[in-house]
């Protein structure tokens, strides 16, 4: 008889976003009449850029001839996309890494998964609490977590950095030296940030102590304050200790095109041992490359009139970002967030729970967020509002709950 990895039975419960959709559908289901809002998850929801649908259009008609027929693209992604993000990402903000240390990919999420498998199951990790759940839950199935405690929903071989408004929702150094350390900024789902100076000591740490660090700048594009750095190779040292995972999914609303990538430098090493060399085989080995048209849409992100128009679509939900957090404050909440990052992190009002608070907005307001105790126990009590909604339904959503 077969058997199944175990690992995947010691997973608490359903993903976070599906135990929202079911609960939200029930709602729905039982309550046709609703106009429900939806500032839960964090998809976007403006149309993409002219710049990335007329790449598109060309990039299709290139492969209805044969002599411009693309198939299958190459194991670290095209040669042209790679260029430009290591100018234009890395390069021009004086951060050292050329386009063969970049992995093209189809999105960080993946990414972020499947960067573990290249690591010993006995290694220590150490994640921000709250934390997004993928980084977790990855790692209990690579069997890497220990086992489960219901009672505080913290798993035993896991090290917490409690990220709370005492610390201003970022994390302090371990007490426990980790080996791998999980960090993102700006933050999902805080949307706090640290200075480039804070970055620095995070990256000295891990070099001082043989750690590596698994970065995940997704929502780099939104940081808005001079001294938050947009890389973590802006960081002197950075290349020995940091792998770097980007996303298009949130700068230029590709959540339903896929493309992002992972920046291995061949400086980092586990003895004689090139981590680069690693996740290039397990990339060839895996991964059949994004789409040819993708990675072409994704080039256009990098031309003067995609990075003007993605200018103004991630302005144009910041603006959003504005409206939730000065509504929420003026309203009475205890609001942070909504500078640098497109996640408002509001506190429960009452002493309710998390997901007490998702109960009362949604029958109350009938407005759709994320409990904060589904990031991490230091999550509870707290709870996300997203930007990405549009902006007449980010106004109306503020008013309902302006009501409440």
Not at 41 to 46: E, P, W
Not at 128 to 146: E, I, K
Not at 288 to 300: C, D, F, L, T
Not at 322 to 346: C, E, H, M, R
């Amino acid at each position: 008889m077969f058997k199944i990895n175990d690992n995947y039975l010691k997973l608490p419960g359903s993903y976070l976003f599906s135990t929202i959709a079911k609960k939200v559908n029930a709602y729905s289901e039982a309550n046709p009449d609703k106009n429900i809002i939806r500032l839960g998850i964090g998809d976007v929801t403006q149309p993409l850029a002219p710049a990335i649908i007329d790449s598109l259009h060309k990039a299709v008609d290139e492969m209805g001839h044969a002599e411009t027929f693309h198939g299958y693209a190459p194991d670290l992604g095209y040669e042209f996309l790679r260029n430009a993000i290591a100018k234009n990402d890395y390069q021009d903000r004086g951060a050292d890494i050329k386009a063969d240390e970049i992995f093209v990919s189809d999105g960080a999420k993946c990414d972020s998964g499947n960067i573990q498998e290249i690591f010993a199951q006995d290694n220590k990790i150490a994640v921000c609490d709250p934390v997004y759940p993928v980084y977790v839950d990855t790692n209990v199935m690579a069997g890497r977590a220990g086992t489960y405690d219901k009672a505080t929903e913290t798993w035993s071989d896991v090290i917490y950095m409690p990220c709370t408004a005492e610390n201003n929702f970022a994390p302090d150094f371990p007490s426990e030296v980790p080996d791998i350390i999980y960090l993102c900024f700006p933050n999902n789902p805080t949307g706090s940030t640290i200075t480039k100076d804070q970055l620095q000591g995070w990256v000295d740490y891990a070099n001082k102590n043989g750690c590596v660090i698994i970065y995940d700048a997704a929502y780099e594009a939104y940081i808005s304050e001079d001294n938050v750095a947009h890389t973590i190779y802006e960081c002197e040292g950075a290349r020995t200790c940091a792998i770097e995972l980007k996303s298009f999914s949130k700068n230029a609303g590709f959540t339903g095109v896929r493309l992002g990538y992972t920046v291995i430098p061949k400086d980092l090493k586990c003895g004689d041992t090139q981590l680069h060399a690693l996740w290039a085989r397990r990339h060839g080995t895996k991964y059949n490359g994004a789409p040819y048209i993708v990675q072409r849409a994704g080039e256009a992100v990098y031309s003067e009139a995609g990075k003007a128009q993605l200018k103004e679509q991630v302005g144009y939900y910041m603006n959003n970002a504005k409206v939730i957090f000065n509504g929420l404050q003026d309203a009475g909440y205890t609001v942070s967030g909504g500078v640098n990052a497109p996640y408002i992190w509001l506190k429960t009002p009452d002493n309710m729970t998390s997901w007490e608070f998702f109960d009362h907005l949604l029958e109350d307001a009938n407005v759709v967020g994320t409990p904060g105790s589904g990031f991490g126990p230091s999550g509870e009590g707290y709870f996300r509002l997203t930007a990405f909604g549009n902006y007449e339904n980010t106004v109306e959503a503020i008013e309902r709950i302006k009501r409440m």
